[in-house]
């Protein structure tokens, strides 16, 4: 074993900076840890060895048995609306930061999830499912492939210990590295403390952490947090992606897309699409989430309101105005977006032509991914792929004409409009693979949506939509 490479140094600098929001904790022992998956690419650019992990000291890493010397393993400590409804006291039931990693980049969170109960838990047994982890990795890593700010799965170890859901699952803990965890709940719960002082070290910790253009002006940090995301939203939107539980606890001070629980890939185009077996009302509906950020951007304004002005009335201005620019923000992404996917150049516009066809897509139940993919042909002269999924749509001749008379540019579209995302049913029937034991079908499926956009022969099956029966009935879970 090459003993420097496998020497992992990881730093405790949230644990030492917000000791309030960090209680020392350690993972439950995984009876049998077995390597399911491992991220080798992002392990090298971590500085580890992907040798050493898959090795038995490695494995124990990354379920937290073996934590390096002078690190501080934690259960984060953050607060949080769920589905509208404020929980003051969340945190991670089943979950550990072992530390941070040096990067290039700045300080990467090496994280847990299904390590164990925690103080957090509230009645849950910190345990997590093969399945659930497994799709986390993939998703995550497609997202990362398609550009999008996210958090990364290092690897997903079985754990030998049963998990009791509906039935008997496999257990599993997902290592994740993130830019960090700081979450809007991690603010709302250090505003619910009445602790100015604890606040302002949050604030600070996620400036140099996050924004260090904006050291000292914690107004500023708003700003910044509100346009990474309104920028991610609608990078969400324009690849289809639905998150599916949209509570502050779920958005980061980071930018980046964090928890993938119950997400899902857009099919029929549609903004009422709801995956989520929970999301009864449809808050986090596909169409809806736009105007959940901002709100949920709302409720991490008013815990850091202390920090914007001394008198309240003067810091709620202050935040509004800083709110307010969210929807421009946002919709300035998603229509450069559009225009890219269509192809266009960057003074065309598209606003009447992207409304016309959404309008198309919608009443007619077409396939968001396969209709942009395909629509790339249409550019090079062959309307024929376009006419096929619109059958003999009335109208669709007339919205053609008007797209190709702006001469769209085919090579680049097709650098933007992935052919191959997770789809539904593939990564489903991957999951259930790998649960009964056979990793193949993941494997595959993971070397299709992490090239999104480079055809390859053999790989049609990953670019076919899913069945209209499949579709109609699909409902993601939570995973817990």
């Known amino acids: ?7 992992v140094t990881l730093g405790n600098h949230f644990a030492r900076d917000l000791p309030e929001l960090a209680l020392p904790w350690r993972a439950e022992p995984a009876p049998e840890p077995r390597l399911l998956v491992l991220n080798e690419r992002l392990a090298v650019e971590l500085g580890l060895d992907p040798d050493w992990l898959r090795g038995p000291e490695g494995v124990r890493l990354l ?4 934590v390096p010397a002078g690190a501080t393993p934690v259960a984060q400590a953050y607060a949080g609306h ?3 409804n404020y929980s003051p006291r969340l945190g991670d039931g089943r979950a550990l930061l072992l530390g941070e990693l040096d990067h290039p980049g700045g300080p990467r969170d090496l994280h847990l999830k299904g390590s164990g109960r925690t103080p957090f838990a509230r009645g849950g047994d910190g345990l997590a499912a093969v399945g659930p982890m497994l799709r986390e990795h993939v998703v995550s890593e497609a997202m990362h492939a398609l550009g999008i700010p996210t958090t990364r799965s290092l690897a997903v170890v079985a754990t030998g210990r049963p998990v009791r859901r509906e039935t008997v699952l496999p257990g599993a803990v997902l290592a994740r590295v993130a830019s960090s965890h700081l979450r809007v709940g991690s603010f709302q719960y250090a505003r619910a403390t009445g602790d100015v002082d604890l606040l302002r070290r949050l604030a600070d910790h996620a400036i140099a952490r996050h924004h260090p253009g904006a050291r000292g002006d914690y107004l500023a940090l708003f700003e910044a947090v509100v346009a990474a995301q309104a920028e991610l939203v609608a990078r969400w939107m324009l690849v289809g992606f639905i998150h599916g539980v949209m509570n502050t606890d779920n958005m980061t001070i980071s930018g980046e897309t964090i928890d993938y629980g119950p997400c899902a890939f857009l099919e029929a185009f549609d903004p009422a699409t709801v995956y989520s077996s929970i999301d009864h009302g449809g808050r986090y509906a596909y169409g809806n989430q ?3 950020a901002e709100w949920n951007l709302a409720r991490l304004a008013e815990a850091l309101l202390p920090l914007l002005a001394a008198d309240e009335e003067e810091a709620i201005g202050r935040a509004v105005e800083a709110l307010g620019a969210f929807r421009g923000r946002y919709n300035e992404v998603w229509t450069a977006g559009m225009r890219a996917k269509l192809g266009l150049p960057a003074d065309a516009e598209v606003s009447p ?4 066809l959404l309008s198309l897509l919608h009443a007619n139940h077409v396939d968001h991914t396969s209709f942009h993919r395909r629509l790339c042909a249409a550019a090079d002269g062959d309307t024929e792929p376009a006419r096929e999924l619109f059958l003999d749509l009335a109208g669709i001749d007339a919205w053609l004409a008007r797209w190709r008379a702006l001469r769209p540019d085919a090579a680049a579209m097709r650098r933007v409009n992935p052919l191959y995302i997770p789809r539904n049913h593939l ?3 991957a999951l259930t693979a790998a649960t009964g034991g056979d990793l193949a079908p993941l494997h595959d499926l993971l070397s299709a949506v992490t090239s999104p956009y480079d055809e390859r022969p053999g790989l049609e099956h990953y670019a076919t939509p899913a069945p209209r029966d499949f579709a109609a009935t699909y409902q993601t879970f939570c995973g817990t």
């Open 1 to 7: 074993m090459n003993t420097a490479a496998a020497t």
């Open 427 to 429: 990564v489903e029937q």
């Open 63 to 66: 379920v937290g048995e073996q």
């Open 353 to 356: 032509l992207v409304d016309d």
């Open 290 to 292: 736009p105007r959940v």
């Open 82 to 84: 769920q589905f509208g």
